[in-house]
């Protein structure tokens, strides 16, 4: 399946960690939204978010040492999309600047609110207004 992501994380509690290229950066304690695309495959790529053992390689990968997946919502595209729903959740939560977005003019993809409940439900809003199908990908 070709399409897009997100990938939602809980830190349970706050902590510096470093992130790459990014340097340290500090985390607060709560809820994390990755926006992600993956046009050769979602599941793998998903998969491998997922998988503890990985070469550390995206911004998301070093975040994934400390933070634990607790929720995956995945839509089909054959547009790229992401930026587009990075760009309506950037207006509507607080962001760390330049996460996952060094191949993009996005100012993040990564977006953080204490609540998972509003963050999910803004994530799945935002997909809907895209014309995206979103649903929920097991985790564990």
Not at 2 to 22: D, E, K, Q, T, W
Not at 37 to 66: P, T
Not at 70 to 83: G, N, P
Request: charged share 25%; hydrophobic share 40%.
């Amino acid at each position: 399946m070709r399409g897009i992501y997100v990938l939602v994380l809980r830190l349970p509690f706050s902590l510096p960690i470093p992130i790459g290229a990014l340097g340290k950066i500090d985390f607060k304690e709560g809820y994390y939204a990755y926006v992600g695309s993956a046009m050769s495959g979602v599941e793998q790529r998903v998969n491998r978010h997922l998988r503890q053992e990985k070469n550390l390689h995206w911004h998301i990968d070093y975040l994934l040492l400390r933070a634990l997946p607790c929720d995956v919502i995945v839509a089909e595209t054959e547009e790229r999309k992401e930026c587009e729903l990075a760009t309506r959740l950037a207006k509507r939560f607080p962001y760390v600047e330049g996460f996952g977005s060094s191949d993009c003019g996005c100012k993040s993809h990564l977006f953080y609110c204490p609540s998972s409940h509003l963050l999910l439900k803004a994530v799945l809003e935002a997909m809907n207004e895209l014309g995206l199908k979103p649903r929920r990908w097991k985790v564990g």
